[in-house]
């Protein structure tokens, strides 16, 4: 398959992912809690269903990776990842600020990616040796002097554990306080691509929850790795800074209280 086909398809799951979520937004969305005590409703399955329906009869070969189903074929060289919504509370609280999140990996490493908003109707599209566009046109990062005049975001200081938001409450020191941001989820992520926010720093995160985001912010001009500065792949722990600025790397892995590895 081309990358021209591979970005047809990944916007058709993201259509059909949209429109499977759209009814339940603001509605009977009937939420549950999961095992791993994270919120579940009816549209993350039904946003996750319909997408491995179309991979299944798209792209059959392929594996897939989903929060919601588990995996399929995850030894395969081509394998999706799905997140149907990241940000599922805020999904719940009837905020539009969740996203879904659809990646390709090739042997591992992260080639496509989409973040999709199907209640604003903003989607971020980034493929490897392309440049990312945000509805169709293109998207880039900005520059940024230093880390006092850059826009922090974060989804939540409560999903740090004790030491890591011990680094993250150094790093935001260095941050002026009314320039940072909580919640977002994969929303703050296509804010960086499109010059909006400049850095994001999370962990505990899952593959399916950073996959696409590195073709999408690395297409616009930025940068995503782990809290060493190691580049993200399926292997790659939950740490992630995103970055629209990659000259500010060192600053960012200084004020953390990490070296640059990578």
Known sequence: ??????????NALADAAGAAIRPYFRGAFGLETKDDASP???????????????????????????EEFGSERADASRVW????????????????????????????WPVLGIIDQPIAGERWVGAIGQ???????????????ALDDAVLGTTSPHLFSAHEAD??????????????????????YGLVASGHVDL???????????????????????????????????HSGGDVIALGDPARLDDVLEALGHANCG
Not at 89 to 108: E, K, N, Y
Not at 169 to 183: D, E, F, N, Q
């Open 131 to 145: 440049p990312t566009t945000f509805n169709g046109a293109p998207a880039r990062t900005r520059g940024c002097r």
């Open 200 to 234: 994001v720093v999370e962990a505990g995160l899952k593959l399916h929850d950073f996959a696409a985001l590195v073709p999408v912010i690395e297409g616009a001009g930025g940068m995503v790795c782990d809290w060493s500065g190691h580049v993200l792949n399926a």
């Open 1 to 10: 398959m081309t990358m021209e086909t591979d970005l047809a398809l990944a």
């Open 40 to 66: 579940v409703t009816l549209a993350d399955r039904a946003a996750e269903e319909v997408m491995r329906k179309l991979l299944a009869s798209e792209a059959p070969r392929d594996g897939i990776i989903g």
């Open 167 to 188: 680094h993250f409450l150094s790093l935001a020191s260095k941050v002026a306080r009314r320039r940072i941001i909580y919640g977002g989820d994969c929303y703050n």
């Open 81 to 108: 990842v799905l997140d149907p919504i990241d940000g599922t509370t805020s999904f719940v609280a009837g905020r539009p600020i969740f996203g879904t999140l659809i990646a390709l990996l090739q042997d591992g």
